[in-house]
Protein backbone atom coordinates (compact mmCIF):
# COMPACT_ATOMS: atom_id res chain seq x y z
CA UNK A 1 0.00 0.00 0.00
CA UNK A 2 2.38 2.34 0.85
CA UNK A 3 4.38 1.54 -2.35
CA UNK A 4 1.20 2.59 -4.06
CA UNK A 5 0.71 5.46 -2.74
CA UNK A 6 4.26 6.71 -3.61
CA UNK A 7 3.43 6.19 -7.02
CA UNK A 8 0.36 8.51 -6.77
CA UNK A 9 3.11 11.06 -5.23
CA UNK A 10 1.98 14.62 -6.13
CA UNK A 11 6.07 15.28 -6.89
CA UNK A 12 5.88 12.63 -9.41
CA UNK A 13 5.21 13.26 -13.19
CA UNK A 14 1.75 14.14 -13.63
CA UNK A 15 -0.88 12.24 -15.86
CA UNK A 16 -1.93 15.22 -18.39
CA UNK A 17 -5.58 16.22 -17.95
CA UNK A 18 -7.96 18.19 -20.36
CA UNK A 19 -8.09 15.33 -22.40
CA UNK A 20 -11.80 14.74 -24.34
CA UNK A 21 -14.00 12.16 -22.72
CA UNK A 22 -15.04 8.86 -24.45
CA UNK A 23 -17.85 6.41 -23.65
CA UNK A 24 -16.61 3.55 -22.68
CA UNK A 25 -16.79 0.27 -24.03
CA UNK A 26 -19.11 -2.16 -23.05
CA UNK A 27 -18.80 -6.07 -23.46
CA UNK A 28 -21.43 -8.81 -23.00
CA UNK A 29 -20.65 -12.11 -23.39
CA UNK A 30 -22.75 -13.23 -26.71
CA UNK A 31 -23.15 -9.15 -28.30
CA UNK A 32 -21.53 -6.15 -27.48
CA UNK A 33 -22.71 -2.71 -26.82
CA UNK A 34 -21.18 0.55 -26.50
CA UNK A 35 -18.76 2.41 -28.84
CA UNK A 36 -16.03 -0.46 -30.07
CA UNK A 37 -12.39 0.08 -29.63
CA UNK A 38 -12.19 3.64 -28.50
CA UNK A 39 -8.65 3.79 -27.84
CA UNK A 40 -8.37 4.34 -31.24
CA UNK A 41 -10.14 8.16 -31.26
CA UNK A 42 -8.02 11.33 -30.89
CA UNK A 43 -4.77 9.39 -31.45
CA UNK A 44 -2.04 12.01 -33.56
CA UNK A 45 1.38 10.25 -34.00
CA UNK A 46 4.31 12.07 -35.73
CA UNK A 47 7.23 10.62 -37.10
CA UNK A 48 9.95 13.06 -38.52
CA UNK A 49 13.71 12.31 -39.81
CA UNK A 50 16.29 15.64 -40.55
CA UNK A 51 19.41 14.68 -42.48
CA UNK A 52 22.16 16.72 -42.87
CA UNK A 53 25.71 15.99 -44.30
CA UNK A 54 28.69 16.96 -46.71
CA UNK A 55 31.42 14.70 -48.50
CA UNK A 56 35.09 15.94 -49.75
CA UNK A 57 37.06 14.01 -51.96
CA UNK A 58 41.26 14.32 -52.78
CA UNK A 59 42.29 12.84 -55.28
CA UNK A 60 46.50 12.18 -55.11
CA UNK A 61 48.36 9.33 -57.34
CA UNK A 62 47.39 6.05 -57.36
CA UNK A 63 44.83 7.27 -54.55
CA UNK A 64 41.22 8.72 -54.11
CA UNK A 65 40.68 9.32 -51.00
CA UNK A 66 36.83 10.62 -49.91
CA UNK A 67 35.99 11.61 -46.28
CA UNK A 68 32.34 12.28 -44.87
CA UNK A 69 29.95 13.38 -42.41
CA UNK A 70 26.36 12.78 -41.92
CA UNK A 71 23.61 14.08 -38.89
CA UNK A 72 20.40 12.79 -38.17
CA UNK A 73 17.76 13.44 -35.92
CA UNK A 74 15.11 10.84 -35.76
CA UNK A 75 11.94 12.49 -34.03
CA UNK A 76 8.91 10.42 -32.85
CA UNK A 77 5.99 11.88 -30.95
CA UNK A 78 2.31 11.23 -30.18
CA UNK A 79 -0.41 12.46 -28.42
CA UNK A 80 -3.52 9.74 -27.77
CA UNK A 81 -5.96 12.19 -25.90
CA UNK A 82 -8.62 9.88 -24.65
CA UNK A 83 -9.15 7.70 -21.33
CA UNK A 84 -10.09 4.04 -23.08
CA UNK A 85 -12.01 2.30 -20.58
CA UNK A 86 -13.04 -1.10 -21.28
CA UNK A 87 -15.70 -3.02 -18.91
CA UNK A 88 -16.47 -6.90 -19.35
CA UNK A 89 -20.04 -8.44 -18.24
CA UNK A 90 -19.57 -12.65 -18.70
CA UNK A 91 -22.02 -14.14 -16.62
CA UNK A 92 -19.80 -15.41 -14.11
CA UNK A 93 -21.88 -13.96 -11.12
CA UNK A 94 -25.33 -14.70 -12.32
CA UNK A 95 -23.98 -18.33 -12.90
CA UNK A 96 -22.69 -19.07 -9.90
CA UNK A 97 -18.98 -18.23 -10.59
CA UNK A 98 -18.97 -20.37 -13.09
CA UNK A 99 -17.50 -19.86 -16.57
CA UNK A 100 -20.08 -19.45 -19.34
CA UNK A 101 -18.19 -19.88 -21.99
CA UNK A 102 -18.85 -23.34 -22.60
CA UNK A 103 -22.74 -22.81 -22.68
CA UNK A 104 -24.51 -22.64 -25.69
CA UNK A 105 -24.52 -18.52 -27.19
CA UNK A 106 -28.26 -18.06 -25.74
CA UNK A 107 -27.17 -19.29 -22.03
CA UNK A 108 -23.57 -17.14 -22.29
CA UNK A 109 -25.99 -14.00 -23.30
CA UNK A 110 -28.36 -14.59 -21.03
CA UNK A 111 -26.10 -14.57 -18.18
CA UNK A 112 -23.54 -11.86 -18.78
CA UNK A 113 -26.79 -9.54 -19.48
CA UNK A 114 -28.07 -10.85 -16.26
CA UNK A 115 -24.73 -9.60 -14.82
CA UNK A 116 -25.28 -6.19 -16.95
CA UNK A 117 -28.50 -5.59 -15.06
CA UNK A 118 -26.83 -6.25 -11.71
CA UNK A 119 -23.95 -4.16 -12.51
CA UNK A 120 -21.59 -6.82 -11.59
CA UNK A 121 -18.50 -6.64 -13.72
CA UNK A 122 -16.08 -9.43 -14.55
CA UNK A 123 -13.35 -7.23 -15.10
CA UNK A 124 -12.80 -3.50 -16.57
CA UNK A 125 -9.45 -1.10 -17.80
CA UNK A 126 -9.36 2.11 -18.10
CA UNK A 127 -6.16 4.29 -19.14
CA UNK A 128 -5.27 7.75 -19.09
CA UNK A 129 -4.09 9.91 -22.10
CA UNK A 130 -0.61 9.36 -23.61
CA UNK A 131 1.91 12.05 -24.81
CA UNK A 132 5.90 12.26 -25.57
CA UNK A 133 8.48 13.25 -28.31
CA UNK A 134 11.45 11.47 -28.36
CA UNK A 135 14.68 13.37 -30.67
CA UNK A 136 17.17 11.10 -31.05
CA UNK A 137 20.56 12.17 -32.73
CA UNK A 138 22.87 10.37 -34.45
CA UNK A 139 26.38 11.31 -36.12
CA UNK A 140 27.91 9.15 -38.57
CA UNK A 141 31.70 10.04 -39.64
CA UNK A 142 33.25 8.10 -42.83
CA UNK A 143 36.89 7.64 -44.49
CA UNK A 144 37.65 5.75 -47.40
CA UNK A 145 40.85 5.02 -49.78
CA UNK A 146 40.16 3.90 -53.87
CA UNK A 147 44.33 2.51 -54.29
CA UNK A 148 44.88 1.96 -57.80
CA UNK A 149 47.88 -0.75 -56.48
CA UNK A 150 48.57 -2.10 -59.88
CA UNK A 151 46.64 -1.24 -63.42
CA UNK A 152 44.57 -4.09 -62.66
CA UNK A 153 44.35 -4.37 -59.19
CA UNK A 154 42.19 -1.90 -57.23
CA UNK A 155 41.65 -2.31 -53.35
CA UNK A 156 38.92 -0.29 -51.64
CA UNK A 157 39.73 0.62 -47.59
CA UNK A 158 37.72 2.80 -45.47
CA UNK A 159 36.13 2.59 -41.96
CA UNK A 160 32.45 4.28 -41.06
CA UNK A 161 32.24 5.59 -37.16
CA UNK A 162 28.34 5.55 -35.93
CA UNK A 163 27.61 7.06 -32.57
CA UNK A 164 23.94 6.88 -31.40
CA UNK A 165 23.12 9.39 -29.05
CA UNK A 166 20.06 8.42 -26.69
CA UNK A 167 16.92 9.55 -26.91
CA UNK A 168 15.07 11.23 -23.77
CA UNK A 169 11.99 12.67 -24.02
CA UNK A 170 11.21 16.33 -24.11
CA UNK A 171 9.62 16.97 -20.88
CA UNK A 172 10.89 14.35 -18.62
CA UNK A 173 7.99 12.20 -19.03
CA UNK A 174 9.69 8.86 -18.85
CA UNK A 175 10.14 5.76 -16.23
CA UNK A 176 12.10 1.94 -16.31
CA UNK A 177 12.17 -0.29 -14.15
CA UNK A 178 15.89 -0.61 -13.10
CA UNK A 179 16.74 -3.60 -10.50
CA UNK A 180 17.77 -1.85 -6.85
CA UNK A 181 17.01 2.00 -7.82
CA UNK A 182 15.56 4.35 -5.41
CA UNK A 183 14.39 7.07 -7.25
CA UNK A 184 15.60 10.88 -5.68
CA UNK A 185 13.59 12.75 -7.65
CA UNK A 186 10.17 11.58 -6.10
CA UNK A 187 9.59 10.76 -2.57
CA UNK A 188 7.71 6.91 -1.72
CA UNK A 189 8.78 5.75 -4.87
CA UNK A 190 8.78 2.26 -5.04
CA UNK A 191 12.04 0.55 -5.41
CA UNK A 192 13.12 -0.67 -8.81
CA UNK A 193 11.27 2.07 -10.39
CA UNK A 194 13.29 4.88 -11.98
CA UNK A 195 13.06 7.81 -13.46
CA UNK A 196 14.22 10.45 -16.52
CA UNK A 197 16.93 12.31 -14.37
CA UNK A 198 17.13 10.43 -11.52
CA UNK A 199 20.93 10.50 -10.04
CA UNK A 200 22.73 7.72 -11.47
CA UNK A 201 20.53 6.59 -14.48
CA UNK A 202 21.87 6.87 -17.50
CA UNK A 203 20.60 9.09 -20.30
CA UNK A 204 17.43 6.99 -22.15
CA UNK A 205 18.11 4.35 -19.79
CA UNK A 206 20.32 2.40 -22.64
CA UNK A 207 24.21 2.33 -21.94
CA UNK A 208 25.88 4.53 -25.39
CA UNK A 209 28.36 2.34 -26.96
CA UNK A 210 30.86 4.88 -28.30
CA UNK A 211 32.81 2.08 -30.08
CA UNK A 212 30.69 1.08 -32.94
CA UNK A 213 33.82 1.33 -35.69
CA UNK A 214 32.96 -0.48 -39.35
CA UNK A 215 35.44 -1.44 -41.37
CA UNK A 216 34.54 -1.17 -45.06
CA UNK A 217 37.27 -3.50 -47.15
CA UNK A 218 36.97 -4.39 -50.77
CA UNK A 219 39.18 -5.50 -53.56
CA UNK A 220 38.99 -5.40 -57.72
CA UNK A 221 40.54 -7.46 -60.12
CA UNK A 222 40.58 -6.97 -64.29
CA UNK A 223 40.56 -10.75 -65.00
CA UNK A 224 41.30 -10.03 -68.87
CA UNK A 225 43.02 -6.31 -68.57
CA UNK A 226 40.62 -5.28 -70.88
CA UNK A 227 38.24 -4.15 -68.33
CA UNK A 228 35.64 -6.53 -69.63
CA UNK A 229 35.60 -9.08 -66.94
CA UNK A 230 36.64 -8.77 -62.88
CA UNK A 231 36.40 -10.56 -59.89
CA UNK A 232 35.17 -8.51 -56.73
CA UNK A 233 34.93 -9.32 -52.88
CA UNK A 234 34.36 -7.35 -49.94
CA UNK A 235 33.71 -7.19 -46.40
CA UNK A 236 31.91 -5.24 -44.21
CA UNK A 237 30.95 -4.37 -40.50
CA UNK A 238 27.47 -2.92 -39.65
CA UNK A 239 25.55 -1.66 -36.05
CA UNK A 240 21.53 -2.21 -35.79
CA UNK A 241 20.77 0.44 -33.08
CA UNK A 242 17.39 -0.08 -31.17
CA UNK A 243 14.41 1.54 -33.13
CA UNK A 244 13.25 4.67 -31.63
CA UNK A 245 9.41 3.44 -31.20
CA UNK A 246 10.69 0.41 -28.60
CA UNK A 247 11.93 3.45 -26.29
CA UNK A 248 8.36 5.27 -26.40
CA UNK A 249 7.65 2.24 -24.06
CA UNK A 250 9.62 4.20 -21.83
CA UNK A 251 6.22 6.92 -21.72
CA UNK A 252 3.40 5.26 -22.56
CA UNK A 253 3.22 2.68 -19.30
CA UNK A 254 2.71 3.39 -15.30
CA UNK A 255 3.28 5.36 -13.84
CA UNK A 256 4.18 8.06 -16.53
CA UNK A 257 0.88 6.99 -18.04
CA UNK A 258 -2.40 6.16 -15.63
CA UNK A 259 -3.56 2.49 -15.84
CA UNK A 260 -6.11 0.98 -13.42
CA UNK A 261 -7.45 -2.46 -13.92
CA UNK A 262 -10.20 -4.50 -11.64
CA UNK A 263 -12.13 -7.62 -11.49
CA UNK A 264 -14.71 -8.71 -9.70
CA UNK A 265 -16.35 -5.17 -9.00
CA UNK A 266 -19.71 -3.48 -9.29
CA UNK A 267 -20.59 -0.89 -11.78
CA UNK A 268 -21.32 1.71 -9.40
CA UNK A 269 -18.27 1.49 -7.35
CA UNK A 270 -15.37 -0.40 -9.51
CA UNK A 271 -12.80 0.18 -6.90
CA UNK A 272 -14.72 -1.24 -3.76
CA UNK A 273 -14.28 1.76 -1.52
CA UNK A 274 -17.69 1.47 -0.22
CA UNK A 275 -19.57 -1.37 1.67
CA UNK A 276 -20.93 -3.77 -0.86
CA UNK A 277 -25.10 -3.87 -1.02
CA UNK A 278 -25.09 -7.40 -2.12
Known amino acids: EQGYQGLLDRRRPQSISGAPKF??????????????????????????????GSTATWTKGAHNLTFGYQAQDS???????HDATLVRF???????????????PNSQFAHSFADFMMGRIENFSTQGAVQYNF??????????????????????LGVRYELAMPAQESNG??????????????????????FQGDSG???????QDKKEFAPREGLA??????NKLALRT????????????IRTFQSTNFPVVPNVQGTFAQLDNPFATSTSPV
Not at 177 to 192: K, R, T
Open 173 to 194: RAAAFVANHQSNQFANVPLHVA
Open 201 to 207: IIPGFIR
Open 234 to 245: GYGYYYSNPSDQ
Open 90 to 104: QGEFSNQHSFVFGST
Open 75 to 81: IVADIDQ
Open 23 to 52: LPEILIAGTNLGPDNPQSSGGVLDQKNYQV
Open 221 to 226: YDLLGN
Open 135 to 156: PAWSHYASAQDQWRVTPRLTAN
